[in-house]
């Protein structure tokens, strides 16, 4: 059993700042305490009750450490502003006598928000650069896995030094500054062994995470306090095991309390995740999370919208999951980051708010096969075929319907180079949607919000022409759990010879709620006071 279990509450919601890219970067020199503690203050207020904060570049770290590298030590000259900007704080720091990590702890301390540093586990940095730790600075190649094109420069876990280095961090992390818990992020360049060695080492690896566990173990009974451990690991099951890393067992053996599934696709989808990982949480009285990405392929929003958020978490909860781990939302906040922290951490509490559950299309370049192979987005449309979608909503529909709550869903279907004339029937769980109950809208120049790097590819268009078909359901038409849109093509025009898709569909839950009249120009009436 989790030693932390029935002891430590277990978190709704968790909130991770890298401290580089939403903070260190920030902070103009200058520091100041109140700029240093601001990773606490900017969720103080919302459903956020644990904060993980990044312990610098992976190898090389923004806090006063005394067995790693710090920013600064090494190099004189800064080639890169932004790096240049972190060096001046952790300088600045240091001459107020404190430091980032020692800063947040205190203020979350002091303002009851618990705080775990975030320990990236692997760095791929070449020796001598910017960024390289003091372990490969001096060991080089010894301690390093040396398979090029692979993870030449990521460090070997089955050579001791590594193992050691890694121990030695969170020692000064639990010890010195008596920090709340600890993250270990696994997702950071994730190699371990060698190729040939990851099955092999995989025992080794669990030693090491029982080790963590006892020396966190020994340093809580010394500070007279127990010390969670949290790993935030692949998603699914098989990329775990691939690198080597067997989640299960450190969860029932008990090296860990808490788990983060980390989701690595591009887009946020509301369907169920794999449930293997809060299964085997709950069995041993442990916790597991979902971290989602952080872009959704919309022609309204580029990033989720409150409403995506609210189905998301209310899929998570029936499904098993203890809550969302979120990062990365657009900073500094504004009232729609502060409207997600709020109430994604509740969703029992949203359980007749608003929502809208949505299908993403499949992720990978074009010409290559895709890399979301369950996704079932685009689907292009054959005369004489009949195409089969299945839309989960974990809403439960019934218990709104006998409180008479439940205003009649949408259900939104849309096409790509559509042709109105060819004739297509659409099917909600078995019952015919005709098209003069649609309200169809079309738009010839459409433009897709989401905002992709150059790396990230989906396999859906950014733009084109567009065809929305919009029903109003029927109460009896939508059901808890899963629902299946049919949509059979029966001819085609003959005079249009190009390609027909669908490569959005969405579902909006809506209930009587407490929602102000609207205005004509403005989204809501504002009260009278």
């Given amino acids: 059993m989790p030693a932390t279990e029935n002891l430590m509450k277990k978190p709704r919601l968790i909130y991770y700042n890298d401290a580089h890219h939403f903070h260190g970067k920030r902070i103009e020199p200058p520091a100041s305490i109140h700029m240093l503690q601001w990773p606490v203050d900017e969720v103080l207020g919302t459903g956020v009750d644990l904060l993980v904060l990044g312990l610098g570049y992976a190898d090389v770290y923004f806090h006063n450490s005394k067995v790693g590298r710090v920013v600064g030590q090494m190099k004189e000259v800064w080639e890169n502003y932004i790096d240049w900007r972190i060096m001046r ?25 618990t705080v775990f540093p975030s320990l990236k586990l692997q760095a791929s940095n070449l020796p001598g ?4 730790g003091l372990l490969k600075w001096e060991h080089g ?9 692979r993870a030449e420069w990521c460090y070997d876990f089955a050579h001791e030094l ?11 992390m639990l010890e010195d500054y008596e920090a709340d818990g600890i993250e270990l992020d696994f997702m950071f360049d994730p190699f371990y062994f060698k190729q040939s060695e990851i099955e092999n080492n995989i025992p080794l690896m669990n030693s090491f995470m029982a080790e963590i566990r006892e020396m966190a173990s020994q340093i809580g009974n010394q500070q007279d306090r127990q010390i969670p451990i949290m790993a935030r690991v692949c998603l699914n099951r098989e990329d775990n095991l691939r690198i080597g890393l067997d989640v299960e067992t450190w969860i029932r053996e008990g090296s860990i309390d808490f788990v983060v599934g980390q989701d690595e696709v591009v887009l946020t989808e509301t369907q169920p995740k794999p449930r293997w990982l809060p299964d085997a949480a709950n069995a041993v009285g442990g916790a597991a999370y979902y971290r989602p990405p952080r872009r959704v392929y919309d022609e309204r929003v580029g990033m989720p919208s409150i409403e995506m958020y609210n189905a998301l978490a209310q899929t998570l909860h029936w499904d098993g999951w203890a809550g969302m781990y979120d990062g990365y939302l657009s900073w500094p906040f504004s009232e729609r980051e502060y409207q997600i922290l709020r109430e994604v951490a509740y969703p029992e509490v949203h359980a007749r708010s608003p929502k809208r559950y949505l299908l993403q299309p499949r992720e990978g ?3 290559a096969p895709t890399t979301t192979p369950k996704r079932q987005l685009p689907v292009t449309l054959a005369e004489g075929k009949t195409e089969s979608l299945d839309i989960w909503v974990a809403d439960n529909i019934e218990s709104a ?5 439940m205003r009649k869903p949408i259900l939104t279907v ?33 433009t897709m919000q989401v905002n992709l790097p150059g790396y990230m590819h989906i396999q859906a268009p950014l733009g084109m022409s567009a065809h929305w078909f919009r029903y109003k359901l029927e109460l009896e038409d939508l059901k808890r759990g899963n629902n299946t849109l049919e949509i059979e093509t029966k001819k085609f025009d003959t005079t249009a010879g190009f390609k027909r898709s669908v490569n959005g569909v969405e579902i909006q839950t809506r209930y009587k709620d407490f929602v102000r009249p609207e205005g004509l120009e403005l989204e809501s009436i504002p009260p009278k006071v």
């Fill in 414 to 446: 849309r096409f790509s180079f559509f042709c109105i004339e060819d004739e297509i029937e659409l099917r909600f769980n078995g019952r015919v949607l005709p098209w003069e109950d649609a309200e169809i809208t079309d738009e010839r120049t459409l």
């Fill in 129 to 132: 650069s910017e960024r390289c």
């Fill in 365 to 367: 370049e074009k010409s």
């Fill in 89 to 113: 704080m952790v300088a600045e720091a240091e001459k107020l006598g404190t430091d980032q990590v020692r800063e947040v702890i205190k203020r979350g301390t002091q303002m009851g928000l």
């Fill in 141 to 149: 190649a010894e301690v390093c896995i040396g398979e090029e094109g």
């Fill in 162 to 172: 590594v193992r050691r280095d890694k121990l030695a961090v969170l020692r000064e």
């Fill in 401 to 405: 319907k006998q409180d008479g709550e």
